[in-house]
């Protein structure tokens, strides 16, 4: 097993220390491996893809506005 070395913030090593019960390289093990699979996951779906970056980012701008559309309509609904 590969050793990695890990810095992090005092505050929260200082809350990692009061719960001591917890293995937390195993916990950080875990969380690494859960990302590892999101992301390969990610990447298996756009390898597949034949959207464009420039289609991605018409579809996002897309989404976005009809996302704030429709938060508008609702908060119009709960105003009358």
């Keep these: 097993m590969a050793n990695v070395t890990l810095f ?3 505050d ?3 809350r990692m220390d009061q719960h001591k019960d917890i293995r937390w ?3 950080i ?3 690494i491996g859960e990302k590892l699979e999101a992301l390969e996951r990610t990447e298996a779906l756009a390898s597949g893809s034949r959207l464009t970056e420039e289609d ?7 989404v976005d506005a ?7 309509a609702l908060l119009n609904e709960d105003r009358n």
């Design 12 to 14: 929260l090593k200082k």
């Design 56 to 62: 991605v980012k018409i579809l996002v701008k897309k």
């Design 8 to 10: 992090i913030p005092d």
């Design 66 to 72: 009809s996302a704030r559309k429709h938060a508008k």
């Design 29 to 31: 093990r875990t969380v």
């Design 25 to 27: 390289s195993s916990a």
